[in-house]
């Protein structure tokens, strides 16, 4: 009787890493159900720790066929599953979640598994070797045969993607998103030489992604892996490299990120021999595994594994079940956050009886952690947000650091306490004592046995004067013959509070049409004059936006009309326009202090415009024949501390240089202009505009 036999890992990771010294004794066997018949597996996926799904096949009786296989794992115990009466056999699998996988093998068979019910299909290919799903409705399956195949499903359909190119054996594929796949394999030019082959998936269209050249002969990748945490960033590919005869062999793994291939170096603990890797596995850009075989005596095969140790790779034997003459790690893959890792293949006794030959160990991670936006912004206190996943151990510490620079003066601790489960739990913290009006930088980190993670660094700015709002009368309440009213300010400016709180008028930080249009003001035209006098003059000028926070517009486009260059006469336009209009970029600004006042009420107050996320032109156009590209921003001064529905912008310049150029304490915003492409010279932009918002809004400079 023949009897299935797994191998584990146990590597101890140490800031994501695998720690080198534990490498010889990191994977143990575990024993799959009893079988009578010969059985092999091929493919392993494991959505999370306590549930992993292999596939592979079993021979009938007499070994006249195969019959697909599939084995559930807990983390402790192997479970058969009863699979739809097809024969063949089935290659690899995937898993988008603990309730949906996908299965494939030769003759284009799927298998869906989908609720705790399997069900099967054979699409019109004779070979599919891998598959990768992101989640039900995104899946990737490829093949090779004589010719190779991509197959994608969309939740409802498998349809056929663009062949891969004449004389490419796809072997394996994996996807972190649906936006980013990478499929590899070989390929064999007419000059007898084997190469690796690889190609990059973007979410619309497969383009080949170039490998290094390598000296040997014979070369290809069996294995890819994309961690899902890796955003589509790293992925990492294993394989095949040597001569003609087995005795030159040797496995090729090879790093992918952002479009650049690297090939990895390999050390042997304890294998001189020849050997091939057909497995790997990764779960972060710095914690990976890989597994194959190696050939020992008169080329008999013992399975082996690879484990990331930092910056290289470390090579060694897999422990094999007593009386085992050979053993083939064929698919391997990690629980997301690493905790739990399989290596799935098959053994041989000399009596024909197959063996499953996987691995898995818990591997020892520090807190997953991710910082997120803040939340509850007053002009002295925050809420700041994260996730933090204990990756199986007790997080013993958490905190938020925080300061005005990177060096983070202050902390605070998480809430609530994140514990010792899997997958990533919300905390936060207030922090109060905080500046009005001021930038903040915080990040969260989080402590187990394993090591502290730290998040990415995240801004925040204090409340804080100047803000778009509405001052508006409130509500009368009659008492008797008098009118009491219940606000907290004494006039229509909102600049003075009532200490009864029985004012008329109350501020409220927010502007509810939001909506706002502009047109230049009658008689008036539009100057852009470089500092060395070139000018561009327009006669008119309409234009949209709307406000879209405390202190911020959006969505603002000013179109100029009837331009022309002063010195040619002749007329400017952007791409797209009618003769003679000039439309800017889409453009967002942001309120900021032109010139302190002796009081907060006496501030000046500026709107600086800027492009979209401060990348690219302010505007473009051409003069017949000479393109000009107009640079940064302007600050648009402002009345403040009035409650206005219809007001006059000013933006003013003198001899090619805006006025104002600057906020009080921030960098200079300026434009500048390029003619043809050449070195931009500084630039001034003069326009008188009549801007009409949907209700009356204020600029409050003092609450």
Request: aromatic letters at 8%; proline letters at 6%; charged letters at 15%.
């Amino acid at each position: 009787m023949a009897r299935g036999v797994i191998l584990v890992v146990a590597a101890v990771a140490l800031a994501g890493t695998f720690a080198a010294s534990a490498l010889a004794d990191s994977w143990h066997l575990s024993q799959l159900p009893e079988s009578s018949v010969e059985q092999t597996l091929a493919g392993v996926s494991c959505p999370t720790s306590s549930f992993c799904l292999s596939v592979g096949y079993s021979f009938t009786e007499n070994r006249v066929g195969t019959l697909p296989l599939a084995e559930s794992f807990n983390g402790s115990e192997w479970t058969p599953m009863t699979l739809p009466a097809f024969g063949g056999t089935l290659d690899d699998v995937s898993c988008a979640g603990t309730a949906y996988c996908v299965a494939v093998g030769a003759e284009g068979l799927v298998e869906t598994y989908s609720s705790g019910t399997w069900e099967a299909q054979l699409l019109p290919v004779p070979m599919l070797r891998s598959v990768s799903c992101v989640s039900s409705t995104f899946c990737v399956a490829v093949g090779a045969y004589e010719e190779s195949s991509i197959e994608m499903y969309d939740g409802s359909t498998w349809s056929a993607g663009p062949a891969p190119p004449a004389n490419v054996q796809l072997s394996a594929v994996s996807c972190a998103s649906s936006t980013f796949c990478l499929a590899v394999g070989r390929v064999a030019p007419s000059n007898g030489v084997e190469e690796t082959f690889a190609e990059e998936f973007d979410g619309t269209q497969w383009r080949e992604s170039p490998t290094p050249s390598l000296p040997e002969i014979n070369n290809g990748f069996d294995a890819v892996s994309c961690p899902a945490s890796s955003h589509g960033a790293f992925c990492i590919a294993a394989g095949i490299s040597g001569g003609q005869s087995w005795e030159t062999l040797h496995g090729l793994l090879e790093t992918w990120r952002g479009g650049s291939w690297s090939v990895q170096q390999v050390s042997s603990l304890q294998v001189e021999s020849p050997y091939i890797l057909l497995a790997a596995a990764c779960t972060s850009s710095s914690s990976c595994t890989a597994g194959g075989d190696y050939f020992g005596a008169l080329g008999v095969e013992h399975a082996v594994t690879a484990d990331e140790t930092g910056s290289t790779w470390a090579l060694a034997p897999a422990p094999a079940p007593q009386g085992i003459e050979q053993t083939q790690i064929l698919g391997a893959d990690c629980s997301p956050n690493g905790s739990l890792c399989l290596q799935v293949g098959n053994s041989y006794n000399g009596s024909d009886s197959a063996y499953a030959l996987v691995g898995s160990e818990p591997i020892a991670k520090p807190p997953t952690v991710t910082t997120e936006a803040a939340s509850s912004l007053t002009p002295t206190s925050a809420t700041l947000n994260a996730t933090v996943d204990p990756n199986g151990l007790e997080v013993s510490a958490c905190k938020f650091e925080y300061g005005t620079s990177l060096s983070y003066s202050a902390s605070v601790q998480c809430s609530p306490p994140p514990g010792s489960g899997e997958g990533p739990v919300a905390v936060s913290a207030l922090i109060a004592g905080l500046k009005a009006n001021t930038i903040y930088h915080y990040r969260v980190a989080a402590t187990n046995a394993s090591g502290t993670s730290y998040g990415a660094d995240h801004e925040l700015t204090t409340l804080g004067p100047p803000d778009f709002g509405r001052c508006f009368k409130v509500a009368g309440e009659k008492v008797g013959t008098k009118t009491v009213y219940h606000g907290g300010f004494t006039a229509a400016s909102c600049l003075k509070t009532s200490e009864t709180h029985q004012g008329q008028y109350e501020w409220e930080r927010e502007v509810l049409k939001a909506h706002f249009t502009t047109t230049i003001k009658e008689l008036t035209k539009v100057t852009l004059t470089t500092i060395k006098g070139s000018q561009v003059t327009c006669t008119g000028e309409t234009g949209r936006g709307e406000y879209t926070g405390l202190k911020t517009v959006g969505d603002v486009v000013l179109t100029l009309t009837g331009c022309e260059a002063v010195s040619s006469k002749t007329k400017c336009t952007s791409t797209g326009a009618t003769a003679g209009e000039i439309v800017t970029q889409p453009l967002e600004g942001t309120l900021g202090i032109d010139a302190l006042g002796t009081t907060s009420a006496s501030n000046k107050i500026g709107l600086d415009l800027f492009p979209v996320g401060r990348a690219g032109p302010f505007m473009a156009f051409s003069c017949a024949s000479t393109t000009i590209s107009v640079q940064g921003s302007i600050i648009v001064p402002v009345t403040a501390n009035r409650m206005l529905k219809i007001l006059t912008l000013s933006v003013a310049a003198t001899k090619g240089k805006q006025k104002p150029e600057s906020f009080v304490g921030e960098p200079a915003d300026i434009l500048e202009e390029s003619f043809d492409g050449a070195k931009p010279e500084q630039a001034g932009l003069v326009v008188t505009m009549i801007q009409t918002n949907e209700e009356p809004v204020e600029i409050n400079t003092v609450f």
